[in-house]
């Protein structure tokens, strides 16, 4: 029983170690050249392996690229969750655009090839647009806490924190999606000033 035990848990964790080799491979492929020049082919002969155990893990690239945004997602998530459960809208904000610009900083170029990899197939950019839609709930709950409290203030707010979350991404996207190395001040400074001002935060 022990000696099975233990050849499952082996060869787990091999697949796990080759899952991600193959995406770390193509993670880096992305931040140096566009999604659409990539191949399997390149991703494999990053990872040492040959092509056919590409699809022994995924059955095309979009599908890595959707596993690295899943990652991303999380982190994304995680940079609003203190402003969401906290009763001071504006430190905690600061801090959460902070950490979420860092995140388009350090994976910028993979966001960028997730939207060009969305745009081109349907099921892609519905699952993305199913993503932002859990992440944007909570703001709006958020917000609406805070009118109540008299800390907040915004006509149609819901609709406000979509154009909001939209202007976000797509800001974000144009200072790092091609893999610019541009400091971290600008775009922290110009989203706080938005959001702050948008929804009158005090």
Do not use: C
């Not at 080759?18 to 002969?45: G, Y």
């Not at 991303?72 to 600061?94: C, G, N, R």
């Not at 939207?115 to 950019?125: F, T, V």
Request: proline share 3%.
């Amino acid at each position: 029983m022990v000696g099975r035990s233990q050849t499952r848990n082996a060869a787990q964790e091999r697949r796990a170690v080759t899952e991600r080799a193959i995406l770390d491979a193509a993670e880096s492929l992305i931040e140096e050249r566009p999604f659409a020049e990539i191949s399997v082919e390149d991703v494999m002969a990053a990872t040492g392996l040959g092509r056919t155990a590409f699809y022994r893990y995924f059955p095309d690239l979009e599908s890595v690229v959707e596993r690295l945004m899943a990652g991303l997602l999380e982190e994304i998530w995680a940079a609003s969750a203190k402003w969401m459960l906290s009763e001071d809208p504006m430190a905690p904000l600061a801090d959460a655009v902070r950490r979420l610009v860092a995140v388009y900083r350090d994976h910028g170029r993979v966001l960028q090839a997730f939207e060009d990899a969305a745009r081109a197939g349907s099921e892609l950019r519905a699952k993305w647009n199913e993503s932002l839609t859990t992440m944007v709930g909570p703001l709006k709950s958020h917000l609406l806490r805070l009118m109540l409290d008299g800390r907040a203030s915004a006509e149609l707010p819901e609709q406000t924190i979509d154009a909001l979350t939209i202007f976000t991404e797509r800001y974000l996207l144009s200072v790092y999606g091609e893999g610019v190395d541009v400091a971290m001040e600008g775009p922290t400074v110009v989203l706080m000033q938005v959001w702050s001002r948008t929804l009158q935060l005090r």
